[in-house]
C-alpha cells in the first residue's frame, strides 16, 4: 500500500538525517571544544577581574571552582563520544544553543534567530529565480521539442552550450562591471539602500530593485540547460505511439503537448523542479559574496571565518534538514505519480 510505501521513505529520511548530523558533529568536535574552553578562561578572567578588595589566594581558588563548574556544564568532564553525542541530540532537536561572536541584526546572539533571519533572504532570492526559470525552461522546452532542428532548437542549443558553462560568480562580476560601474543603473549589492527607504510598499521595490542584477545572473545561467534537458525529454515522449495517434485522430497540438506530453512527463518534470528549488535553499557562498546578498551562504562564509561553530553547524543542518525533507517529498510524489514504481517492493 501506498502509506507503507511514504513510511519507509520518511523514516529513511530520518535515519540519514541523524547520522549525517552525527558526522557532522564528530568533524567539528575538536575546533568546537577548543573554541568553548578559551570562553570559559576568558569568562572566567572577566568574573575575577570584577572581584574587588578580596586577597589573591581567594581570587585564585575562585578562578579554580568557576572552570571546574563550567567544565561540568559544558561537559568537558565526560568521554568524547559523550560529548559529541550530546552535541548531535541537540543539533538534531534544534537546540543550537548562543553564537560565540556573531549577531542577529537585532542584537540576539540566539544561533536560530541569526538563521531565521536570514534563510528568507535565501529563500526570496534563490527561490524565486528558479521558479521563474523553471517557467522559461519549460515553455523554451517544449518549443524546441515541437520542431527538432528548427531555427529556434538551434540557435537556442548553440546559446546552451555558450552560457551553460560559465561560472555565476563570473557572470554576476561581469554584469555588476556592465551596470554598476558602467550604465551606473543598478546598486552593487546588498538587499536594501542605505538609509532604507520608509514604508512597506518603498521597501519592496527598493528590495526588487536590488535583486535584479543577482536574480539576471542565475536565470541566464539557469534556465538555458534546463530547457535544453526538457527538451530531450519530450522529445522521446513525442515520439511514442499514443502521441502519435493522438496526432492522427486530429487531436490539436497544444492540447497534445500540453496534455498528453506533459502529463507523462510528469515525473522527470517534477524531479527537475524539485531539485532545482533544493539546490537554491542553502545559497551560494561566492555568489552570495559577490552582490553582498545576505542569505545561509555569505552566513556561512562569515561564520567560517570568525570560527563560530554554532552557527556553522545550525547552517549545515538546517539546509541538510531541507534538502532531504524535499528528497523525501520527490519520492513520494514518484509513488503517486508514477504507476509503475511498484509500491512496497512488489511486482
Known amino acids: 500500500m501506498y502509506k507503507w510505501y511514504a513510511l519507509k521513505r520518511i523514516l529513511r529520511g530520518i535515519v540519514i538525517y541523524m547520522i549525517l548530523i552525527f558526522i557532522f558533529s564528530a568533524l567539528f568536535n575538536t575546533v568546537s571544544e577548543k573554541t568553548q574552553r578559551s570562553q ?34 559544558y561537559r568537558f568532564d565526560r568521554p568524547v563520544w559523550e560529548r559529541i553525542v550530546y552535541r548531535a541530540v541537540n543539533t ?54 515541437q520542431k527538432p532542428g528548427g531555427t529556434l532548437d538551434r540557435s537556442t542549443s548553440i546559446i546552451t552550450m555558450i552560457v551553460y558553462g560559465l561560472p555565476s560568480w563570473w557572470l554576476g562580476m561581469m554584469l555588476i562591471m556592465a551596470f554598476v560601474y558602467g550604465i551606473k543603473i ?19 521595490l527598493d528590495v526588487l530593485f536590488h535583486m535584479f542584477l543577482p536574480m539576471l545572473t542565475l536565470l541566464l545561467i539557469g534556465f538555458w540547460g534546463l ?8 522529445l ?63 552566513l556561512y562564509w562569515i561564520a567560517v571565518q570568525q570560527n563560530d561553530i554554532p552557527v556553522l553547524l545550525a547552517d549545515l543542518a538546517m539546509t541538510t534538514a531541507i534538502y532531504l525533507g524535499g528528497l523525501v517529498l520527490l519520492d513520494l510524489i514518484y509513488g503517486f505519480l508514477d504507476p509503475r514504481i511498484k509500491v512496497g517492493g512488489k511486482a
Open 40 to 73: 570559559i578562561f576568558e569568562q572566567v578572567n572577566m568574573e575575577a577581574n570584577r572581584l574587588k578588595n578580596v586577597k589573591t589566594e581567594q581570587i585564585e581558588a575562585y578562578k579554580v571552582h568557576r572552570t571546574e563548574q563550567l567544565i561540568r556544564l
Open 92 to 145: 538534531i532537536t534544534f537546540n543550537f544553543g548562543n553564537s560565540t561572536i556573531m549577531k542577529s541584526s537585532a542584537g540576539s546572539r540566539a544561533v536560530l534567530d541569526i538563521i531565521w533571519e536570514a534563510l528568507p533572504r535565501t529563500l526570496l532570492l534563490f527561490t524565486s529565480a528558479s521558479l521563474i526559470e523553471l517557467l522559461f525552461g519549460v515553455w523554451l522546452g517544449l518549443k524546441k521539442a
Open 186 to 204: 543598478f546598486p552593487s549589492g546588498g538587499i536594501l539602500s542605505v538609509p532604507p527607504p520608509d514604508g512597506f510598499f518603498l521597501r519592496s
Open 227 to 234: 530547457a535544453f534537458i526538457i527538451r530531450n525529454i519530450v
Open 236 to 298: 522521446g515522449i513525442l515520439q511514442e505511439d499514443f502521441i502519435m495517434s493522438a496526432r492522427a485522430r486530429g487531436v490539436p497540438e497544444n492540447k497534445v503537448l500540453f496534455g498528453h506530453t506533459m502529463r507523462t512527463a510528469a515525473p522527470p518534470l517534477v524531479t527537475i523542479g524539485l531539485l532545482t528549488m533544493l539546490s537554491s535553499i542553502s545559497g551560494a557562498i561566492l555568489f552570495e559574496g559577490i552582490f553582498s546578498w545576505p542569505g545561509l551562504g555569505n
